[in-house]
């Protein structure tokens, strides 16, 4: 949380076009967003801001979502960040590994953003 009680939410998808959805949704809902279109960019973003949450696509460029996940673990921020996970990857191993590496939610794409929205404020199914 930000001093004014918006949300600070990073967003890392290397779709530019969902990358924008995401961006007018979630500002709309009072979230202070930021972006990055791989993950080693989300995780510098990450480590600059310091955000409450994190929605992350898994397969992305220069380092995947789970990668960036575990790296935003051992920070160990206080309270920790919510992460989500929003991939194609649909197995029940992909939804356990994800998980493992951090992850709050694995959501299968395409996933209705009132469902993430319920989810990054602690009113959703996990």
Known sequence: MC?????RLLIADDDPNLLAAY????SAHGFDV???RNGFDALAQY???HPG???LDVE?????????????RRVADTPAPTLV?????AREEDRRESLRSGFNHHF???????VILAALTGHGPH
């Open 3 to 7: 001093n004014d009680g918006t949300t």
């Open 23 to 26: 961006v007018l949704f979630f």
């Open 34 to 36: 930021r972006t990055a």
């Open 47 to 49: 480590c600059a801001w």
């Open 53 to 55: 949450a994190a929605l």
């Open 60 to 72: 992305m460029p220069r380092l995947d979502g789970r990668a960036v996940a575990r790296r935003i």
């Open 85 to 89: 996970a929003v991939t194609g990857l």
């Open 108 to 114: 299968v794409k395409p996933v209705p953003m009132p």
